[in-house]
């Protein structure tokens, strides 16, 4: 069965830190893995990855793809309250075309 | 530009009673749609997805029903409620065939049964 499995659940950390949000996977036929922000309603796009070794950038967020060792990081350095959110990691299989979900990362940056 | 709409946002429904809830989206022709489930503190579950009109795919036996009426109207329903049907539901769309995947999210329905 299709699984993503994100990890650490939840965590807390001061601002200014950084931190690094897991997702890794076993899906038939990878096709992209996406990374979502959802600060309380509709979740929005980060990134898609679909190549190995390749890191997307966008500010003080970054994530890369080991498509060897089924996973991928969510990188956010100099974290900033604005950053509280809960991260979603999901996985498509081109095998049943539908975009996979992990349980979530909840992230609370303190002031 | 393309946009979703699903309303309504928030409902507090008692056991026993009906649910619609209603999600269109514009500026985009065929697109894949799909309805999601988050329980608190937890990820998105897949409910039912459609590629075209009159077509639903189910993923986990449930309560829910969907339709698909048109081409860019995307429907959730329940004749009876359950407890269990509380959570935030979420609409989205991709565009037709598999694409990257990415998704669309409207803004969710938060749904309580009491």
């Known amino acids: 069965e299709d699984k993503v499995v994100q990890s650490p659940l939840s965590l807390v950390v001061h601002e200014g830190d950084t931190v690094t949000l897991n997702c890794s996977y076993e899906v038939t036929n990878f096709r992209s893995l996406l990374w979502y922000k959802q600060e309380k309603k509709a979740p929005t796009f980060l990134f898609m990855l679909?190549?190995?070794?390749i890191e997307k950038k966008s500010g003080r967020l970054s994530s890369i793809l080991d498509k060897k060792e089924l996973f991928s990081i969510l990188n956010i350095t100099a974290t900033q309250t604005g950053d509280s959110a809960v991260y979603l990691c999901a996985v498509l299989s081109s095998n049943t075309g539908k975009l996979i979900f992990g349980q979530g990362t909840t992230l609370q940056v303190k002031p | 530009s393309q946009t979703i709409h699903q309303w309504p946002a928030t409902l507090v429904q008692p056991v026993g009673s009906p649910l619609s809830l209603e999600c269109t989206v514009e500026?985009?022709?065929?697109?894949?749609l799909y309805w999601y489930r988050q329980a608190a503190g937890r990820g998105l579950q897949l409910l039912f997805y459609?590629?075209?009109?009159g077509q639903i795919s189910s993923e986990v036996p449930q309560n829910l029903s969907a339709s698909r009426p048109q081409d860019r109207q995307f429907i959730l329903s329940s004749k009876k409620l359950l407890l269990s049907d509380s959570g935030f539901y979420l609409c989205?769309?991709?565009?037709?065939?598999w694409g990257t995947g990415e998704l669309f999210f409207g803004e969710g329905s938060r749904l309580t049964v009491l």
């Open positions: 500026g985009t022709s065929n697109p894949n």
């Open positions: 679909t190549s190995s070794g």
């Open positions: 459609s590629v075209g009109i």
């Open positions: 989205a769309w991709s565009l037709p065939g």
